[in-house]
């Protein structure tokens, strides 16, 4: 369809969302978060729907991973693709819907993407008589823990269903609500966890004389880790090194025999992400030999997931018809961003794929931010995983509307 | 009693141990080590033990502590105690008795200390023609978490049973089987716990700038805090502050909000005690101020004990019998430790006492040991608290006979 | 003049460049390095050069600076700028023509600048009769030290000379000499001096606890810095924070009043320049409460210069002349360098200007650097104020026809 | 002599002592402070004075020193020693007298030293008939530095001059004026200089991703340091690692090559040495391995002195006449300092010695400093090699009046 028959119809489709239906059911999912690989209600609650909208489903694709699908007629297969998992955080949005399971929380806005993938789907069912072609509408475990998308293709989920032409995802994001930035290439970084073991010799805190501490050793490493990103990256590479969690020992009094560093790497190209890995063994292992380490640290590679590189050509042709829906100034190139998404692979490395962000911040959280410019606001308000993300629900219909065009747009 | 007759007279009473009763008495507490105030199983343990000696009985003093009194006509009230708590220290020696509870271990020898109470209880009611006076047994709980002592005293201990006038206990340590170091005065260090609380900003990993890192920011704490040692503290002064446990974070991508240090101190005078406290607070505060950190740390005080200061008169006593006991070489001035005990709080700040040591490494471990001379040995075995901690036992019934020689002394 | 008939003029006017002319003054000028605004030996071979082709020349303007003018009939007025000074760097190359004057070294390329503008000189002179116009030759001092543009405009360059319409200046970098990168806008950094003064307290170096110490405060806000780009700027701004000098105490034993680090910041944005001077000022003082300094810590900005951002359409006339002259292959967009200078200064900021890169590394030097692609050869090549770098001699009749040609380009 | 006579006849001699004369040499000496083995006016001064009281003297001992002698029938010879040598410190004290030399002080007392030693010469010349026996007066110069003690030594003092039967020494110390602290065994540490250098690899400030930063890594160098006190040493060791001197780098936008770092230990065993020795070579090549440096750490030990440790008898003698002199409440053991000295190398080995303090804060200065107990107060007012440190001038007398009546106790 070209965009601007994909843009009419979809306002057309969209004109009668069933928005306060939309809206609780998003507050259900939002109380009810669940961790990666369990998200067996948010499954099920998505699987209603699908069914409810006449799409014939399966559950329990790479554990906990949803599809349904809706033939009809001629044209090419269309994936929409939302993830479903929630993170280990501590709510503190103060929300009167807030998660009720104690340190979990829907702080990526993964919620808002299957109320979105459940709106689009009753929409575009509601409305088949203004396409053809094949919806294949998927819900993935597992974005954040990593694995969700390879575990539901290595479950067959091509094998079970057709295998698509093409793949839609979007994704919410800080900014004042009612923007759509799209790349027409990379926008979203490759991501590398990375796990180091200090071993040293515990013994009596009052003794540290007879031991090799693997606190004090693990705090120098952090302390240290921070120039991989200051002294050994070209300023104009973007790179990001965290430490997300550190965990050493079980009392004050006991100096412990490990201590554990768990961090995470962004990187936009191969040669960056190799001089990253180098540096932190060279740190660890420095770092060890300076403490007298009686054994060598390990340095594990973790969860990896590819740069999320969209295609050119079909990101334009979705980009096109989110300006007609919108309006042009709603569409910009935001450059690529820090984070890091397995969406990619449900692409199989080949098919192509447009992946595109919708800001979500509330009108009245961001006038209240301090800042001089957009940028400065952007980083003021609370950004995803942050225990007070909270999206702001007029985004609950434009985010049906990006999909249903951008399908339209790649349908018959 | 005098130090001759008491020597000889204990020499007497312990003549026909039950040792290989003993050792199985001790393999099975190292066997199924208990938490503070955990230590149901041990209490019962010992109260099977003391009732058998003919000892009169109390379960549940302090929560899970242990009485046992024994009148003997007149005299004065001696009162023995052992400490009875473990771990949280996976244990690591590979002994055929090695802790069956995963990340629990006897590490600081308790479990000797319980076997050597129930000995000496058998040994002095078997011979109770030999004295006179009233014994008051005590097996304490949570002396590692500390409190088990001040439990004990507030659950009314010696509203139950006659307040003693004079405490003796001993301690197992690092150090070639076969000596008992004695210090007529300060023999062991006060202890105080401090808990630091920092508050960052949490946010997504890949958008530092977002953020304020408290991973970071506790890192650089604690290597900021090895200056309060290093620089701080008159160098004669015998001060330690450990970093026993530092968590932050949950996962490799998140930034947490929160990052929480947990430290002792290890002190010899108040005054070292309060330049220690007060440039850990001004570190905290000036790491988190570094940091941008959008609120002041929280430096908490947690448990304390005050120092082990032994009555000069008592323990010139009972170091005379122990040397007639052991032979004039095994009995020297060892100079205070940096370790820390509630024992003290047994004396209610004015009681006299005896707190002396028992050095109990094995012969083939403390000659492998590397090291010049006796202080490098010390340094390299195992030391209480490590996963590698194991008393010889060699040492049950030594230190049964000092047990009783030292309460012989004190009886009539 | 157009690009082709300025390439096919300057390639006429360059044929038969005197090289080992050129070249011995090169040498000369490698051995003889002098540091910002002492640069008068190295002001009094230019002028030579100068006059000796025919231009109106003055010295010491902004103290160390030369002037050449040449007045031929009608046109703009263009200015070609080479800056002079040397680097107290100690010269490591082990050439043949190193640096006589211990210490000091032309690590950045200076002479080589001077170099081709005297060769510039000669040949526009001598082919005065292909071009009509006013040229503007400046030898400007302290383009190190910062201030020397500015010095030559305060001393009244453009009263006593026409002001420029354009301006055209070139610096010497690290590549495979051949290569002219351009950009038609922010081709270099503004960078910012900043100068932090740590007030402790002196004393005995045996006797720590009666000070504090500035050394070990300075070590740690060196450490503490490298989390101003790791983890407070947005990995996708390009910044950089160098400490390029730390100095404090005079004897190993005694613990010196003061610490001072002098540190530089490369900045392509004024929002991040302030947050990082922000960032400074904060660790600064947390460092030094951290420490317990008597007195808060000085943080003094230094010197600055502004980005250096071309004119688009003049930098487009002169990449396209110099495509004509070195081949299409050899001019590229190379991005921002994160390098500062203060070419900019000479235009007031009003006047347009085109600034490009010439290589130079010797292609022996190139091929045998370890590496993968360009930018990893590009990183393990000696850079601009290494002690080993040395740029080809092969440049030096190149980078006169990039002079004669961007010149002819804005002439007419 | 008996310590009754001694104490007796020094009390006659120096009854009429020439304060006001004493004092205008000290204040002469302290405006003209001379660094170690440069002490040409200091030694002409002394030397001036000691011919005067009639001693035969000589200069040049060891580059810079002076002796002098005076033969006075049968009986021991005692050897009395000052030492002469100034600091790289700035004055800071405001005094009238103050230094004329910009950043060099008589930080250490040595100008009182020199001032003592004098008006003993003459006290103890004019008062030759109450004596008998040989009395060897030394000016040592390079104590701060080392090396002193040794060069005079080396340079044949005991060829040129008697081989002394015991040797004086004397040392200003913060402390309330008045008091005369005495050690009958160790008094003094053992001292070390270490010195680090660093190897990096030098570039541009603006692309640290070329370069191994040498200033970074120092810094962590220094960091990581504090460890070895805190961490690896005993807590009742008394031990000290002071870096003093820092310093690398020339400018602010240069990453250099190098950086080098120059510290100093106290010790009180040969063991605690080596540990921290091994410690500092450990982590220094622990860091530069983490940095990425392409050489080791060059880690070279520097100057040295031996612990100061008094011949008991001798000093029980010396301690027991003070006493007398100053009454019985001005001496005390202060137990051993961490300060150093080669005064010790003066005796070979193997000849006996004594050395005691002598308090010297202005009772002003002392009353209004901070502290609730002696320690506290010790460790607000100045210390040695402070900037401040200001001896009272009323300790001019008394120190004459130490080594007078320390000498009698030693001669006939």
Not at 37 to 52: I, K, P, Y
Request: with cysteine; charged share 20%.
């Amino acid at each position: 369809m070209t965009s601007s028959a994909a843009a009419r119809t979809a306002l057309e489709l969209t004109a009668d969302l069933p928005v306060p239906d939309l809206e609780d059911f998003y507050r259900d999912l939002h109380r009810h978060p669940e961790l990666s690989f369990q998200e067996h209600r948010t499954a099920a609650r998505l699987v209603e729907r699908l069914e409810a909208a006449g799409f014939e489903t399966a559950e329990g694709i790479g554990r906990t991973g949803v599809a349904g699908l809706l033939r009809n007629g001629d044209g090419p297969t269309v994936l929409l693709r939302a993830d479903m998992d929630a993170l280990p955080v501590e709510e503190r949005t103060g929300l009167p819907y807030a998660s009720k399971t104690p340190g979990v929380m829907h702080a990526c806005g993964h919620d808002l993407h299957v109320t979105w993938l459940a709106g689009a789907a009753k929409a575009l069912a509601d409305g088949r008589d203004a396409w053809s072609g094949t919806l294949l509408l998927v819900g993935q475990p597992a974005e954040e823990a990593g694995g969700g998308a390879a575990a539901m293709v290595g479950d067959g989920l091509y094998d079970r269903f057709p295998r698509p032409d093409v793949l839609l995802g979007q994704h919410a994001v800080p900014g004042p609500a009612g923007l759509y930035p799209h790349v027409p290439g990379l926008i979203m970084s490759a991501t590398t966890d990375v796990e180091i073991v200090v071993h040293g010799r515990g013994g009596h805190g009052s003794r540290p004389e007879t031991t090799v501490d693997p606190v004090v050793t693990a705090a120098y490493i952090v302390t240290r880790l921070q120039t991989v990103v200051s002294r050994e990256i070209r300023p104009r590479e973007s790179a990001v090194l965290t430490v997300g969690r550190i965990e050493a020992g079980t009392a004050p009094n006991i100096i412990p025999s490990t201590a554990r560093i768990s961090l995470n790497l962004r990187t936009q190209s191969e040669a960056v992400r190799e001089r990253m890995i180098a540096a932190i063994r060279r740190i660890a292992q420095g770092e060890c030999h300076a403490a007298g380490c009686p054994r060598e640290p390990e340095v594990t590679l973790g969860g990896s997931f590819p740069a999320t590189v969209n295609d050119p050509e079909t990101d334009h042709r979705i980009a096109a018809v989110h300006r007609e829906v919108f309006g042009t100034d709603t569409v910009f190139d935001s450059g690529p961003a820090m984070a890091s998404e397995d969406f990619s692979k449900l692409a199989l490395g080949e098919l192509p794929y447009s992946y595109w962000f919708v800001t979500c911040t509330p009108a009245t959280t961001w006038d209240a931010a301090p800042g001089a410019d957009l940028l400065e606001k952007f980083d003021a308000v609370p950004s995803n995983h942050s225990p007070h993300f909270a999206p702001d629900l007029s985004t609950v219909a434009p985010g049906v509307r990006t999909l249903v065009s951008g399908a339209l747009a790649m349908l018959g």
